[in-house]
């Protein structure tokens, strides 16, 4: 069956510090894979995406993601967390349909 | 452009009532969805759209109605609530790209709804 595991539920960084977030896929097609932000009480904002080409992906707000297929993961990096990136974070997998998985979300929270 | 826009903002019903959530695009996207999202388990797909007069199910269609009878429209009919039904809704809109990418979905802001 197609899924989305992200396994981390909460996870907290200071300030400045680096961030890793962690999404593995099962998927029998070729994934699209995406990433999302979702601030309190708002919508999701695209960070990234994923389809084809060089497995390292730049987004928005200095993130990055790397796709391993050997591994089935897509993590997503930033290499100095600011306060405002305190939100919930969703990796996603598509065929190339409209279909979306997506994963259970990682909440992060960032100490000063 | 206003994006995906969703009325309302919060709701509250009590079980066995009816109501409709409203979502527009003004993207000229073919593919709609709504989604319900729960604590701890991300986003779900209850009903989705590839085009004006064509819907299917998506994960979770059971006590949910949609119709598009309008690109722009894709409203999610509650048929007679039940908590269960207490979530948040999310609807969303994607193109597909000529250059051959994948497409991108592109989220409202959402509708806080909780049944009594």
């Known amino acids: 069956a197609q899924s989305v595991t992200q396994p981390d539920i909460h996870i907290t960084v200071s300030e400045g510090a680096s961030l890793e977030l962690r999404c593995n896929y099962s998927?029998?097609?070729?994934?699209?894979l995406f990433w999302y932000v979702q601030s309190p009480g708002q919508g999701l904002q695209l960070l990234l995406k994923y389809f084809s080409g060089d497995t390292l992906v730049q987004g928005i707000k200095g993130f990055e993601a790397e796709f391993k297929r050997s591994q089935s993961s897509f993590n997503l990096r930033k290499p100095s967390v600011h306060w405002s990136d305190a939100a919930e974070y969703f990796c996603?997998?598509?065929?190339?349909?409209?279909?979306?998985?997506f994963g259970t979300g990682t909440r992060l929270k960032v100490l000063a | 452009n206003a994006g995906v826009t969703q009325t309302p903002k919060f709701q509250v019903l009590k079980t066995g009532q009816s109501m409709t959530l409203q979502c527009a695009q003004d993207m000229n996207h073919e593919y709609m969805s709504w989604y319900r999202q729960d604590p701890g388990m991300g986003l779900r797909l209850i009903h989705y759209?590839?085009?004006?007069?064509?819907?299917d199910q998506g994960e979770v269609p059971n006590g949910y109605n949609v119709s598009r009878s309008t690109t722009e429209d894709f409203p999610l009919r509650l048929l007679s609530a039940a908590p269960s039904q207490t979530s948040v809704y999310f609807c969303?809109?994607?193109?597909?790209?000529?250059?051959?990418?994948?497409?991108?979905?592109?989220f409202g802001p959402g509708t806080r709804l909780t049944v009594l």
């Open positions: 998927y029998g097609a070729t994934p699209y």
């Open positions: 996603a997998v598509t065929s190339g349909t409209y279909k979306y998985i």
């Open positions: 759209s590839v085009g004006a007069g064509i819907t």
């Open positions: 969303a809109s994607s193109y597909r790209p000529t250059s051959g990418s994948t497409d991108t979905q592109y």
